[in-house]
């Protein structure tokens, strides 16, 4: 099979010149939707029967936390690619997840927190989602430092690329754990989220959100590694080029 | 080839503990901390037994983590600064047998002594009897694993400055489940019920660990200490 | 599908609930637009300096050919 395309996306000069067509696309996206669902989410969808109106802030939490979580797949998977094809730019994707991913679960356990309190009466409870959040938060903290901790750029990818993975393990294993040990020690059974069946009028909003999330991560991605990428190759002829016509078009703003 | 897959096991085995045994000083360290940290909660939080009761099974856990961690910082640092740790590299054999023997040589001069100490720590704080032997079985399946783990963490620093810090940032997350299964297990003792089950899954989890963590301690050491 | 709230007013006051929702919305957001800045900014600083590096290269290009 020609594997011809995989390596092609390697190359750092055509994923920059790709996806530079296709950033104001997922940034006219993430507008949209984001505004859309937030407007629809606060505004428009019914008032929950017991929670009231602090509900509302699913629709911030609950795509936040997707996102951290799938963040963490795909950053841990860039690093997996990294290791096996020695494809530097796969450790750019890498690098700059970390600290997005890391915002997003930070987003998610704040705002589950100010989401507690006027539901259960206190900012934060132990139960098994939240505490696993905030281990995601230290498993991205500590990929992050490790990364960073190196003076050979190369050693750091690799190092975050292993520990991305042997995180990746571990999710499914902390999270079994945490689960166990708070049932443990809540036998009354509260559940942390609304209703399992949710109303679609409550429901759509939720979608829109999360594919509103979605596209904002997929934007705040790529206009990260595309920095990166100007970074690195800042010696090659088509860095420059580009470079001297953004120079040129200084008044048409950043693009 | 290989002249004997299990030679650099019992070599490295050896060596570890005979260094060990010559720095009988800063090997002795993890048990003291791990003693006079304990002893800081009831002076912090109540003396009352009481108050200890719930806590104590906890309390000695997380201080046998701590202990663990101090400990396992030096695990191949030591290695690495005098060249020992090349030459473990370039060996003919698998790296997986030494690396095994040295974790292996960690735990019997870290988490064997921490496991024998703690019933009398156990009786310092008001654990009830009880709980006793299921502290006991916990600490000495458990501290195995943090060894393994614990060493994933060392070799993703070892040639670092100041990785002392950065391993404990990387380490405690994934000591959580260990933690969770160890102390429930001597919980489940307080109030009498059988705690067969969660020393059922720290055995699962020691098991996955010793497959495990030898293969990717190999895979980080071979990753981050050539061309340095 | 009708907007949930009589007027301005009681839609910040969301029921009582108000100060935890706009706590949640505005911290969302100010992270997710640092999240969108940030890398704008760095793009930014980083087309000064490759354009800087370039213009230092030509002026010792330029010295170096001399009477070229």
Not at chain 1, 239 to 248: D, F, M, P, Q, W
Not at chain 2, 158 to 175: C, F, N, R, W
Not at chain 3, 31 to 53: F, H, N, T, V
Request: hydrophobic share 55%; glycine share 8%.
């Amino acid at each position: 099979m020609d594997w011809n395309w995989f390596h092609r996306m390697g190359s750092p000069r055509w994923f920059y010149l790709v996806t530079s067509r296709w950033m104001p696309w997922f940034g006219a996206a993430t507008l949209i939707l984001l505004v859309t669902g937030l407007v629809w989410g606060m505004g428009f969808a019914p008032e929950d029967a017991r929670q009231g109106n602090s509900f509302r802030i699913i629709y911030l939490h609950v795509p936040a936390a997707f996102l951290a979580l799938a963040g963490y797949f795909l950053m841990a998977s860039a690093g997996a690619i990294g290791l096996i094809w020695k494809m530097k730019l796969s450790y750019m994707v890498m690098k700059c997840a970390a600290p997005i991913g890391a915002a997003l679960t930070f987003v998610a356990l704040f705002t589950g927190a100010v989401w507690g309190k006027p539901t259960w009466g206190s900012y934060w409870v132990w139960d098994a989602r939240v505490t696993s959040m905030l281990i995601l938060f230290f498993l991205y903290v500590g990929v992050m430092a490790v990364g960073n901790a190196f003076h050979s750029q190369e050693a750091g990818n690799k190092a975050s690329a292993v520990l991305a993975l042997v995180g990746t393990v571990n999710i499914p294993i902390i999270y079994k754990s945490v689960d166990w040990w708070f049932t443990l020690h809540q036998p009354s059974t509260i559940k942390l989220t609304s209703a399992p069946t949710m109303h679609p009028d409550m429901f759509q909003p939720l979608l829109v959100m999360i594919l509103g999330f979605y596209c904002f991560y997929a934007l705040a991605l790529l206009l990260s590694v595309r920095v990166e990428i100007l970074k690195r190759e800042r010696k090659t002829a088509w860095v420059r080029e580009i470079v001297g016509e953004h120079l040129t078009l200084k008044d048409s703003g950043l693009r | 080839m290989l002249t004997n897959t299990n030679s650099g096991f019992f070599a490295y085995l050896r060596r570890d503990l005979l260094l060990a045994y010559r720095r009988k000083g800063e090997a002795a360290g993890p048990v003291i901390f791990f003693i006079m940290a304990t002893t800081l909660i009831p002076l912090g939080v109540s003396p009352e037994a009481k108050s200890l009761e719930g806590i104590s099974a906890g309390i000695i856990w997380v201080m046998a983590l701590l202990a663990t961690l101090l400990s396992t910082d030096s695990l191949f640092a030591s290695d690495f600064k005098d060249g020992s740790l090349e030459q473990m590299l370039i060996a003919p054999d698998l790296l997986v047998m030494p690396v095994l023997g040295k974790v292996v040589a960690h735990w019997l001069t870290t988490g064997l002594p921490l496991t024998i100490v703690s019933p009398v720590l156990g009786i310092m704080l008001s654990l009830p009897s009880s709980a006793l032997s299921p502290l006991v079985a916990g600490l000495a399946v458990g501290t195995a694993s943090l060894s393994l783990i614990g060493a994933l963490g060392a070799a993703l620093t070892v040639s670092l400055q100041k990785g002392g810090l950065l391993l404990t940032l990387i380490v405690i997350p994934l000591y959580i489940p260990v933690i969770i299964f160890g102390s429930a297990m001597a919980q489940f003792g307080i109030d009498g019920l059988s705690w067969g089950s969660p020393l059922a899954v720290l055995g699962t989890l020691l098991a996955m660990a010793v497959v495990l963590c030898p293969l990717a301690i190999a895979a980080i050491l071979r990753l981050t200490t050539i061309n340095q | 599908m009708k907007f949930q709230f009589e007027n301005l007013p009681d839609f910040i006051a969301m029921d009582g609930h108000g100060f935890y929702v706009w706590a949640a919305v505005i911290v969302a957001a100010l992270i997710s637009a640092w999240l969108i800045i940030s890398p704008l900014i760095r793009l930014r600083q980083m087309l000064k300096d490759i354009a800087q590096e370039v213009t230092i290269e030509n002026i010792h290009k330029s010295e170096g050919e001399g009477s070229k």
